[in-house]
């Protein structure tokens, strides 16, 4: 199955994918093509889905989804996917924003794209990172 998404407002899938090959502590190193791959449970079903999504010169993304047995829940995905990626944020006044603020408009020459990075896949792979990572202590703080 293909999904296309239309970000609403300015995004940058190779920023997308600098910011996940950087992240600590799940860093890795990519191969700077501009594919990301992703791997993730469908939210609330936990069906393992594939996806490679790639980003055309009119700034479209393109997600080519797999997975294993019954095709998944294409509402789903594609709604995941806006999530993860972020999608689902209208950054349509971000530009703006850097017009008038001139700190925020060097940022936004230096790191083009998006304000809001590549999000966990689920809730529970966010909690398994910030146990990993020493950002949540089960006792408390």
Request: with cysteine.
């Amino acid at each position: 199955m293909t999904l296309t998404l239309t970000p609403p407002g300015p995004f940058s899938l190779a920023a997308s994918i600098r910011f996940l090959e950087g992240f600590t502590p799940a860093r890795y190193a990519g191969g700077g093509q501009p594919v990301l791959r992703l791997a993730f449970p469908l939210d609330g079903r936990w069906t393992p889905v594939g996806a490679r999504v790639r980003q055309d010169a009119a700034g479209v993304v393109h997600a080519q989804v797999h997975s294993p047995g019954t095709p998944p829940d294409r509402d789903g995905v594609r709604a995941q996917l806006r999530r993860i990626l972020p999608l689902d944020v209208d950054g349509s006044g971000f530009a703006e924003v850097g017009e008038r603020d001139s700190v925020v408009g060097g940022l936004q020459r230096r790191f083009p794209g998006r304000a809001c990075p590549v999000t966990f896949w689920s809730v529970a792979d966010l909690l398994v990172e910030c146990q990993h990572s020493g950002c949540f202590h089960p006792e408390g703080p």
